[in-house]
């Protein structure tokens, strides 16, 4: 390599990770920007300042002869060499606007210092009723979170989801954002066949991002999560006139949802695509070593991502469960673990003065065992969310609901909600609290017009935005739940519903989840209950062994 430790290139973003950059530079060589590279400051948010196609003045910090390839560093150059120009065949064919890069580079420090202190998700306890010593949980708080980062407590051997925005398999990951490219350009519609842990996750970042609009290219359905003869007949009716691709994801194998759907799907895209054509059109994700569905993806030569074995269902969105298909669906993955890694950095210390995730756990803890709620209602305000709060309810519910102890966690979206439940919930019996998912910004504006005639009595609302309408809906509803119904009511604010904040969002109520779990002693990582009905629906079908 002729390049020298040292030397100062200009190289191109071509490919983008939650916490580095590679850069290509003249004559092919490429070089990696970690993210502790780019400046001395802390940087939240890498993909939110670093972008594919962006250019990039660097210095090389140090060579790997054998891969032809070199780290590379922003924050070790110094002023001068900033500044000084490069000989123009060091730039390539395009020239480099450099004054474009010092641009960058001072907004990039004004980046930093705004997000220091900014959480990606903001929980505003302003709004309780019930008056909670938080700071008394302490000394617990700090001995479950010994148990959750040195694996000590029940069920540590699923505890793969805590550090994963950090471990995740990089090479997988490039296979899944190359795949889900594949996909997107060559089918229209994906099937996303799975149930629980297997697909919630990704349906609910699908739908909250994208929104339910009119179907975007290509389309995402969903099979496998039930066994309603109607539904499943009507979607591969559907699919008969479509050119689709399948995510069957399973890590047992063998629930029987999933594989009683995956067996129509192959079957159908056999039909139409013959056995090579589906082989190609079908995506598995899988355990790493076991199960019915390793065998018949490694038999059929399937593409395969796996389920680590250290992280069950209902943490496992972060993984390729849920990032193929939301790549798929044209969500920025790489943001989204972006996002979940900067929040395992913000809730990595036990301090509840600092730590969120174990603020929530301690309330909600406090709420049910102090103040005798039995239920929490998580409330969103966009019909996109609800199945936010599928996967929130599976979480929660699968976590904790054992033993005769657990919070019930239900799920409304308000303001259609309130023209329903919203009785209950300003003047019904007591027994629940309220946790309200607030996203400041959306993505679409819309202006109410002036009517001349007002037959409709609405000009008061003539010129308004629907944010601002829904803004004071959410204002009123919250002050009438707490300070006329007392109910208590947690704040969750969030941004902005886009792949970074909704990664953050993941994970801030996985650690929740862990901690308050722990906290009503209980196992969060298994799932005993569900196996019930199974045992039972499998006798009377006649299964072999049951
Ligand atoms: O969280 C869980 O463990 C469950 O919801 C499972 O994900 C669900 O039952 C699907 O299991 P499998 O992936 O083995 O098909």
């Given at each position: ?47 939110a300042?670093v ?6 003045k ?16 922003v ?19 395009d020239?480099?606007d ?9 907004e ?37 979170h010994?148990m ?12 793969g ?26 089918f ?29 290219k ?7 999560q039930t ?8 979607t ?6 479509k ?20 067996r ?10 013959g ?45 390729a ?5 939301i ?9 989204m673990?972006?996002?979940?890694a900067?929040?395992?950095h ?15 756990a ?16 998580l409330?969103?305000y ?26 019930l ?12 439940m ?11 609290f ?14 109410v017009?002036?009517?001349e ?39 969750l ?26 906290l ?18 499998f ?8």
């Amino acid at each position: 390599m002729n390049e020298k430790i040292g030397d100062i290139l200009v190289g191109t973003v071509v490919r983008l990770y939650p916490r580095y950059a590679i850069l290509l530079f003249d004559g092919g060589k490429t070089g990696l920007l970690h993210i502790s590279e780019l400046s001395n400051n802390y940087i939240r948010n890498f993909t939110a300042l670093v972008q594919v196609g962006n250019i990039y003045k660097v210095k090389v910090i140090d060579i790997d002869e054998e891969n032809d390839s070199m780290r590379v560093s922003v924050k070790q150059l110094t002023d001068a060499e900033r500044h000084r120009n490069l000989p123009k065949e060091h730039i390539g064919e395009d020239e480099v606007d450099f004054s474009a890069l010092q641009t960058h580079l001072s907004e990039w420090i004004n980046d930093e210092n705004q997000e220091v202190n900014m959480e990606g998700i903001k929980l505003d306890l302003g709004h309780l009723v019930t008056k909670i010593d938080i700071a008394s949980y302490q000394e617990k708080v700090n001995e479950i979170h010994k148990m959750i980062h040195e694996g000590t407590g029940l069920g540590s051997d699923f505890l793969g989801w805590v550090d994963w925005p950090e471990n995740y398999d990089q090479e997988e990951f490039a296979r899944i954002q190359e795949d889900a490219k594949y996909v997107r350009e060559h089918f229209d519609v994906l099937v996303v066949c799975g149930i629980g842990g297997s697909y919630l996750g990704a349906r609910a970042a699908i739908e909250a991002i994208r929104g339910l609009g009119p179907a975007k290219k290509p389309e995402i359905l969903y099979l496998g999560q039930t066994l309603d003869p109607d539904y499943i007949a009507d979607t591969i009716d559907y699919l008969k006139t479509k050119h689709f691709a399948v995510n069957v994801i399973s890590k047992s194998g063998t629930t029987t949802e999933t594989s009683v759907a995956f067996r129509l799907l192959k079957d159908l895209l056999e039909k139409q695509l013959g056995k090579e054509g589906a082989r190609k059109a079908i995506y598995a994700t899988t355990d790493k070593e076991n199960g019915a569905l390793l065998t018949l993806a490694k038999k059929e030569g399937y593409a395969r991502y796996v389920l680590p074995a250290n992280i069950g269902g209902r943490f496992s969105v972060l993984t390729a469960v849920g990032l193929f298909p939301i790549a798929v669906a044209g969500i920025d993955i790489v943001s989204m673990l972006n996002g979940a890694a900067d929040a395992r950095h913000d809730f990595s210390e036990p301090s509840l003065e600092k730590n969120a995730a174990y603020r929530y756990a301690v309330v909600r803890h406090h709420l049910y065992e102090k103040e005798g709620k039995t239920a929490e209602f998580l409330v969103t305000y966009a019909p996109s969310q609800v199945q936010l709060g599928e996967w929130w309810k599976q979480l929660f519910g699968e976590s904790e609901g054992k033993d005769g102890k657990g919070l019930l966690p239900a799920s409304v979206t308000f303001t259609t909600d309130l023209h329903s439940m919203g009785q209950f919930i300003q003047d019904g019996k007591k027994t629940f609290f309220e946790t309200t998912i607030r996203v400041n910004k959306s993505r679409r504006l819309l202006t109410v017009g002036k009517d001349e005639e007002n037959l409709d009595g609405l000009n008061f609302l003539a010129g308004k935005d629907l944010s601002e309408i829904q803004q004071k809906a959410f204002e009123g509803t919250v002050e009438a739940h707490t300070v006329t119904g007392r109910n208590d009511n947690l704040i969750l604010e969030v941004e902005e519903m886009d792949g970074y904040h909704l990664g953050y969002l993941f994970y801030f109520f996985m650690k929740a989840c862990a901690m308050s779990a722990y906290l009503n002693g209980v196992n969060p990582f298994n799932q005993p209950g569900v196996e019930v009905y199974k045992k039972n629906m499998f006798h009377l079908l006649g299964k072999p062994g049951y």
